[in-house]
C-alpha cells in the first residue's frame, strides 16, 4: 500500500513542474527555504541572494 501511494504522489508531484504558485515560507535552515504553495503541496526552496523571512509569501516555479 504504502509503494502505490508513493507512486500516486511522484506522479501528482510531476503534473505540478512548470507551474507558478505562490509560497509561504514556514521555516528555513542554512541552505533552504521551506513552506507551503496555495494547494498545500509542502515545498523548499534553494536560499538564494534574495533574502527572505519567515512568513513572506513569495512566487515560484517548480522545476523538479
Given amino acids: 500500500l504504502n509503494n502505490l501511494l508513493k507512486e500516486i504522489s511522484k506522479t ?3 503534473t505540478e513542474i512548470g507551474k507558478s504558485h505562490t509560497m ?3 521555516s528555513e535552515d542554512e ?3 521551506f513552506g507551503y504553495t496555495e494547494n498545500m503541496k509542502q515545498i523548499s526552496i534553494k536560499k538564494s541572494d534574495s ?3 519567515i512568513g ?3 512566487d ?3 522545476t523538479d
Avoid: L, M, P, Q
Fill in 51 to 53: 533574502t527572505h523571512h
Fill in 31 to 33: 541552505y533552504k527555504y
Fill in 24 to 26: 509561504i515560507i514556514d
Fill in 60 to 62: 515560484v516555479t517548480i
Fill in 12 to 14: 501528482n508531484n510531476k
Fill in 56 to 58: 513572506d509569501f513569495i
